[in-house]
């Protein structure tokens, strides 16, 4: 048999435990999301940072690409003209010369 006591007891435990529920699981929960939403904000802004730094990044690579590919065809074009301005017949002179 249920003790005629008990009822009261329960009653009150489920009231206290609704409003123990109401006044701290609840906010706590509304904290724990509003905690992980500024986590979210604070995450994407520094994702947003570090794609404008490696953008960044990108073109001072392409920019360095463009020096030295530029400075390798003007290089390229100066022993050509070095090559084109040797004496035609080399093999001459140089045998002229051991004689």
């Known amino acids: 048999m249920i003790n005629p006591l008990l009822i009261p ?3 009150i435990c ?3 435990l609704a409003i123990f529920g ?3 699981v609840r906010p706590w929960f509304a904290y724990k999301h509003r905690r ?3 986590d979210a904000q604070m995450i994407a802004e ?3 940072q570090y794609a404008a730094h490696t953008d960044r990044l990108e073109q001072r690579v392409r920019v360095l690409e463009r020096i030295v ?13 070095l090559l084109d301005d040797r004496p035609h017949n080399t093999t ?6 051991r004689s």
Do not use: H, Y
């Open 92 to 97: 001459k002179t140089i045998q002229e010369i």
């Open 46 to 48: 520094k994702s947003a």
């Open 22 to 24: 109401g006044v701290v």
């Open 9 to 11: 007891i329960l009653a």
């Open 69 to 81: 590919t530029d400075r390798g065809v003007e290089l390229s074009d100066q022993i050509d003209q």
């Open 36 to 38: 992980m939403e500024l």
């Open 14 to 16: 489920c009231g206290l």
